[in-house]
C-alpha cells in the first residue's frame, strides 16, 4: 500500500538559511499534518492543512510557513533556519476521520 | 486543554519478559481517540492502535494488548513475550473528537523507551 512520502530524508543547512520539505500524502487523503520532533523529544504539531485549506496551527515560528497544494502535496518552508530548528521533520495524512498515517520523516541539520 | 503522560522514561527487560507501559492522559473533551505509535531506531513512527472513548473493551494484537480504563484515564500498552525488535520508543497519544475540516492533530506523550535485552 502508498504510504506518505517525504523528501529529502536528510538535509544539512547552515545558519540563516532557508529550507523546504515535501510531503507527498497517502491517495485519496484530504488532510496533511505536520509535526517537528527535536532530539529525544515527542513529536510537536505545527500545522495542518484539509482540503488544502489550513485547519489548525500549533506552536509553528513565524519563520515557518506551509501549503498544500492542488494535487495535495504540501511544503514546508523554513527561512533564517536557527540550531534549534535542528530536528526530526514529519508529515502525517488521514482521509476524513481516520487516523493519521505518518511519513519516515525528514531529519534536518543545521549547522 | 489535553495533556498525556508517560512516567516511564526507560524501561529494560530481558527477552520473552513482559512490559508494560503506562499512559496516563487529561482531556476535557467527553469525544476523544487514543493512540499508540512506535518509533523504531530507523525513526519513522509506526501506528499500532487507536481507540475511541465509548470503547472501552481491551484489545489484542498478537503480543500486543491495551487496557483501557476511562475511569482512571489510562489507556496502558502491554508487550507479552518481548522480542528485541521491540526494541523502540513508544508513544501514546491523543486526539480530539475527529470532526471534518478540523483535523485531527495529536498530542503525544514523552515517550517510553523500551530495550529488550537477548
Known amino acids: 500500500a502508498a504510504g506518505v512520502i517525504q523528501s529529502p530524508r536528510h538535509l544539512i543547512k547552515e545558519k540563516r538559511e532557508t529550507a523546504t520539505l515535501k510531503c507527498y500524502p497517502i491517495?485519496?487523503?484530504?488532510?496533511v499534518y505536520w509535526y517537528q520532533q527535536g532530539p529525544g523529544q515527542d513529536p510537536q504539531f505545527l500545522i495542518s492543512?484539509?482540503?488544502?485549506?489550513?485547519?489548525d496551527k500549533g506552536s509553528i515560528p513565524d519563520r515557518f510557513s506551509a501549503q498544500q497544494f492542488s494535487d495535495y502535496h504540501s511544503e514546508l518552508n523554513m527561512s533564517s533556519l536557527e540550531l534549534g530548528d535542528s530536528a526530526l521533520y514529519f508529515c502525517?495524512?488521514?482521509?476524513?476521520?481516520?487516523?493519521?498515517?505518518f511519513g519516515q520523516g525528514t531529519r534536518l541539520t543545521v549547522v | 486543554a489535553q495533556k498525556v503522560t508517560q512516567a516511564q522514561t526507560e524501561i529494560s527487560v530481558v527477552e520473552k519478559e513482559d512490559v508494560t507501559l503506562d499512559c496516563v492522559y487529561e482531556?476535557?473533551?467527553?469525544?476523544?481517540?487514543l493512540f499508540w505509535y512506535k518509533q523504531p531506531p530507523s525513526g519513522e513512527l509506526v501506528f499500532l492502535i487507536r481507540?475511541?472513548?465509548?470503547?472501552?473493551q481491551n484489545e489484542i494484537s498478537g503480543r500486543y494488548s491495551w487496557n483501557f480504563q476511562k475511569s482512571t484515564s489510562s489507556f496502558n500498552f502491554t508487550i507479552t513475550a518481548s522480542q528485541v525488535v521491540d526494541s523502540a520508543v513508544y508513544f501514546c497519544?491523543?486526539?480530539?473528537?475527529?470532526?471534518?475540516?478540523?483535523?485531527?492533530?495529536?498530542?503525544f506523550g514523552g515517550g517510553t523507551r523500551v530495550l529488550v535485552k537477548p
Open positions: 502525517a495524512s488521514s482521509r476524513e476521520t481516520g487516523e493519521a498515517f
Open positions: 491517495p485519496r487523503h484530504d488532510t
Open positions: 492543512f484539509y482540503e488544502k485549506m489550513q485547519s
Open positions: 482531556t476535557r473533551d467527553t469525544t476523544y481517540y
Open positions: 481507540r475511541n472513548s465509548f470503547d472501552e
Open positions: 497519544a491523543l486526539s480530539e473528537a475527529m470532526i471534518k475540516a478540523a483535523g485531527n492533530k495529536l498530542t
